[in-house]
């Protein structure tokens, strides 16, 4: 157990719902990273939060795509009208940059199927 | 644009050396990392390495780091059936990861 927990862990649901997954990350990290993992892939950015500023998206991260970070503690990832090519594990990470390092704790994951 | 290759399989036996490779395109990273995934389990950060060093080691794991021809490798002593996993290493400014190495242990 890293410390950085995500919820649901499993999620199913059909083509063009919308669904939401939540990471509380440690609680001292200031920065909160979602990626994506695809079978056989390493895991692919989306974006990255400093605090509760997003700083960058991936091209990777369409508008049907949102994360938030509101108070700068958990954060949550939209995706409305779900596509099956959105199954993959999303996972989320944090870290508090210290002198460069940047030594991510990762979560569990999300695993999204889209029927 | 940046891009992070490694190969996708090695097999070892056991009580042998595993050594991981891995080539990078972005020369600018401060640091470079060797994260491990076990089967149904998340990343865990293994080691790094900071972009101005050739070499480290940590008990079992050596990292090699040839900035001149941005090439990263991992290597462990005395493999175990614990040291399984996927093997992935990452670029940390754009934080790109590769595609991962799958170690597999021979008996």
């Known amino acids: ?115 | 644009g940046e891009d992070v290759e490694q190969s996708l399989f090695l097999s070892v036996r056991e009580g042998d050396s595993s050594v991981i490779n891995c080539t990078y395109t972005d020369s600018s990273s401060t640091y470079l990392y060797w994260y491990k995934q076990e089967p149904g389990a998340g990343l865990q950060l293994l080691t790094y390495i900071f972009s101005n060093m050739d070499m480290k080691q940590d008990q079992r794991l050596t990292v090699l780091l040839n900035k001149k021809d941005k090439h990263l490798s991992l290597r462990i002593a005395d493999t175990q059936t614990g040291d399984s996993a996927i093997y992935f290493c990452a670029e940390n400014d754009k934080i790109i990861f590769g595609k991962g190495t799958r170690l597999h242990i021979l008996p």
């Open chain 1, 1 to 115: 157990d890293t410390g950085v927990s995500q919820d649901p862990r499993h999620k199913i649901t059909k083509r063009g719902q919308n669904v939401t997954f939540r990471c509380d990350p440690i609680s001292e990290h200031n920065r909160l990273y979602w990626y994506r993992q695809t079978l056989g892939q390493g895991p692919e950015f989306l974006t990255y939060f400093q605090n509760e500023a997003q700083l960058e998206k991936s091209r990777l991260l369409s508008d049907r795509f949102s994360a938030e970070r509101p108070k700068g503690s958990f954060s949550t990832l939209e995706i409305q009208r779900t596509e099956q090519g959105d199954s993959a594990m999303y996972l989320c990470a944090s870290s508090s940059l210290a002198g460069g390092l940047n030594e991510q704790f990762f979560g569990p994951g999300t695993r999204l199927t889209v029927l």
